[in-house]
């Protein structure tokens, strides 16, 4: 590559991060929840960017191809995670090693103001987590990070009823395990110790 | 008809649910573009470096099929060194057995039913 054509790319892919790199960490933020890992896979978002630059057919828009990358890497490092958690779960019960399982169930604690509000977003969060992947995907991508309909469509590789359906089945599971935490909650409150 | 308790639950969960906006993720490292491109960096120099030269590369099969022949003329020349030091100890066992008039049951314990 010459180096007019080199310094032309480096312009291009610095626009590029410039532009998307937001998005790009808030979408990953949202499925892994972890600071770091969220750094760590949007760089790697990035980095297939910058490899895969020439290869990008452009029949579909450049940033629908990035976000799809992001969703496809978070997603891949939560199955590697899980992967870990249950090999860990299986050497904690054959006495390998220590238990690392992490159990992510919002705290019965409810302090009033912030604490009140960072506590709601903890639990919905949880109960994000807790909806199948492709309903997790839709109901991240548009609830969180507000993305249409068309582009959710345009990222999983489907159409838009599709999406609607995985939306309206994804937004009654979160409220029936909502309504099962915060019942469970209220029995435990009420019953006589 | 419905109890206190299942408004509250019920207003606790749209409460939750409408906390979708409130929940901002923390700021991105400002760095992040600098970091992106040592990065980029360090793993085109690490590819760099892991390829090795023409030279290797060609010698490569060379050395693993002189691994292979080498691995065969050891085992040959095991086998067949165990069949001659066997074959010595039969003609050393037999020799003992014509000088000393050993029987058969004799011999046969000698060579522990070695060629019998």
Redesign the interface.
Known sequence: MSSNNRIKAENEF?DI??IH??RV??TC??FLRS?ED??DI??EV??QV?KSMDDFRGDAQLSTWIYRIAVTKSLDYLRRQNRKRRLGSVKALLGIGSDEHEIDVPSDSTPEGDLM?AE??R???W?VAKLPENQRVAITLN??EDYSNQEVADIMQTSVSAVEGLLHRG?KN??RH??EY??TR?NYM?SPR | MKKPSDHRIQDQVNKTLDSFNSDVPPTMDPWFYERLTNRIKQESSGADSAQEPWFIQALKPGMMAGLVVLNILIMFWTFSSAEIVSSARMTNIENLSTQYGLNYSDTYLLSDGENQ
């Open positions: 610095r991060v410039s790199q937001e960490y808030s933020y949202r600071r969220a750094q949007s760089q990035f980095i910058y509000q709601q977003s639990m919905l969060a109960a609830n969180y937004r979160l409220k909502l309504t915060f019942s209220v009420n």
